[in-house]
């Protein structure tokens, strides 16, 4: 589903993204880790093309990822992405957020876009807080809707960039709550920053650390967590758990 073939990636002379290589399998699970700085929000940010790669290959569902809009606009209609600071349109009610790119974007009429988010509303549990403002919620169900806004567009990826690090601990749960379930109940493929082992371990197929912009390690979550061979990763896990 998603390909990186020795991608490079340069801020001025900082070198951030060092030779990548990554292959992601359809529905597979991914939970990145590792230090802050070390290139984990670069990389997904680079496979929905909110960054740019200077080399190597990235290949998403077959297509490259290249400076074709054409092509830019065909990813992204496949990926869905979910940042930390959840990005909602604070003007608009939360039904007006979910059925903004369903309506313009996929050109769905607007009954049709409403009854999807509706149903997405429901799947992530705040169907009562449809035409409340963004504002008006806690960060907990503002960054459900997110997640709710990102499935109204039928993605066949979902990138997660520490989903829950912006939120106050008691509200941490019912979001990862809801991805859990996401992750149980649909074959979607998913790439989750976040320090969040319990989730990673209930849920991720495999566990990539990064640290300075290289894939150090990376193995299924038991064994990544109980038998780390990497220092750096053992150190990191030291530092986290
Ligand atoms: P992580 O998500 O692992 O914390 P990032 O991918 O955000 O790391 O950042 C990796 C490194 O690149 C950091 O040193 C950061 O300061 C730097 N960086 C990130 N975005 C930019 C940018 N737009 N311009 C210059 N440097 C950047
Ligand atoms: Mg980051």
């Known amino acids: 589903m998603i390909r990186l073939q020795n991608v490079n990636k340069w801020y001025g002379q900082f070198h951030v993204l060092k030779d990548l ?4 399998a359809p529905g597979e699970r991914i939970v990145i880790c590792g230090p802050s700085g070390s290139g984990k929000s670069t990389m997904i940010r680079c496979i929905n093309r909110l960054e740019e790669h200077q080399e190597g290959q990235i290949i998403v569902d077959g ?7 054409k092509q830019i606009e065909a990813i992204r209609r496949d990926v869905g992405m979910v940042f930390q600071h959840f990005n909602l349109f604070p003007h608009m009610t939360v039904l007006e957020n ?9 050109k769905r009429p607007k009954a049709e876009a409403e ?3 509706m149903k997405y509303l429901d799947r992530v549990r705040i169907p009562e807080q449809a035409n409340k403002y963004p504002g008006q919620l806690s960060g907990g169900q503002q960054q459900r809707v997110a997640i709710a806004r990102s499935l109204c567009m039928n993605p066949k990826i979902m990138l997660f960039d520490e989903p829950t690090s912006a939120l106050d601990p008691e509200m ?3 979001v990862l709550d809801v991805m859990v379930e996401l992750a149980e109940e649909t074959g ?3 790439l989750c920053v976040t320090h969040e082992m319990g989730f990673a371990r209930k849920v991720a197929d495999r566990v990539i650390f990064m640290d300075h ?3 150090i390690e990376q193995n299924a979550p038991d064994a990544f967590f109980d038998n780390p061979r990497n220092e750096r990763t053992k150190l990191f896990l030291s530092q986290i758990l």
């Open 21 to 24: 290589n990554l292959d992601v």
């Open 63 to 69: 297509t490259e990822l290249t400076n074709d809009l």
């Open 98 to 106: 979910l059925t903004l790119g369903p309506v313009w974007v996929l």
């Open 115 to 117: 009854a999807t988010a």
């Open 172 to 174: 941490v749960k019912e």
């Open 188 to 190: 979607m493929t998913m």
């Open 213 to 215: 912009g290289e894939i």
